[in-house]
């Protein structure tokens, strides 16, 4: 079974447009860094897809790239919330406000 591009193209949509509507609507800082790396693989998705049909493997190069990029916002950002974690007892977005007046 083959699947064309299109189909690709729409389940990379698919999963990029939950992501967002993921980030935009979540207020835990865990399930919106889990939304960012559902929109970073939807954009791999994209990105291997037009490699493959192209025949160019830049995209497949840019993969590694976004999945570096991916990987060290995982280990920062976390860093980032149990530091927070420690000193404010939450993972609320609304709760952790410490850069506002």
């Known amino acids: 079974m083959s699947l064309d591009l299109h189909m690709y193209l729409g ?3 698919m999963l ?3 992501g967002v ?8 800082v865990i399930v919106v860094f889990m939304c960012i790396e559902l929109m970073l693989n939807s954009v791999n998705l994209s990105l291997a897809a037009f490699s493959s049909h192209l025949g160019d493997p830049t ?5 590694f ?12 950002g976390l860093a980032i919330v149990i530091a927070m974690f420690r ?7 609304n709760d952790i406000n410490i850069l506002k007046w």
């Open 11 to 13: 389940l990379s949509a």
């Open 16 to 18: 990029f447009c939950i």
């Open 21 to 28: 509507a993921g980030v935009l609507t979540r207020r835990n």
């Open 59 to 63: 995209g497949q190069v840019l993969v």
């Open 65 to 76: 790239l976004v999945m570096a990029v991916a990987a060290a916002e995982a280990a920062v």
């Open 87 to 93: 000193n404010k007892q939450t993972v609320n977005i």
